[in-house]
């Protein structure tokens, strides 16, 4: 059974550094392909940094630059770092993963290609 695990949410001031991990269980960080999406009330489920399997990342526009996406096999976790917080970063927070390869961007950060979620967590930005 694969579980995810998020961890380190919170609520910070804008210009703010939160950092997100995601454990996994039941499988490896290294044969999936791993993802961070995040969910505002009233909007749609939005991908925000993928980490395929070869270790290539992806990242929504709105995020590059300030966000970075890694993966530390030997402890089976992937990392969301969030600097310069925006309040528009404010949403659910979630880790998924699917398994293998997925190659091209548009599909890192599709959520549909994605088997296994974890449970979400928030982050709030204030201004």
């Known amino acids: 059974q694969v579980q995810l695990v998020e961890s380190g949410g919170g609520s910070v001031q804008a210009g703010g550094v939160l950092r997100l991990s995601c454990t996994v269980s039941g499988a490896t960080v290294s044969d999936n392909c791993m993802g961070w999406f995040r969910q505002a009330p009233g909007k749609e489920r939005e991908g925000v940094a993928g980490?395929?399997?070869?270790?290539?990342?992806s990242y929504v526009d709105s995020v590059k630059g300030r966000f970075k996406i890694s993966k530390d096999v030997a402890k089976n976790t992937v990392y969301l770092q969030m600097n310069r917080l925006k309040p528009e970063d404010t949403a659910l927070y979630y880790c998924?993963?699917?398994?293998?390869?997925?190659?091209?961007?548009?599909?890192?950060?599709?959520?549909?290609?994605?088997?296994?979620w974890g449970q979400g967590i928030q982050v709030t930005v204030s201004s």
């Open positions: 998924a993963a699917a398994p293998g390869q997925l190659l091209f961007s548009s599909l890192v950060l599709a959520a549909d290609q994605y088997h296994y």
């Open positions: 980490i395929d399997t070869d270790g290539t990342t």
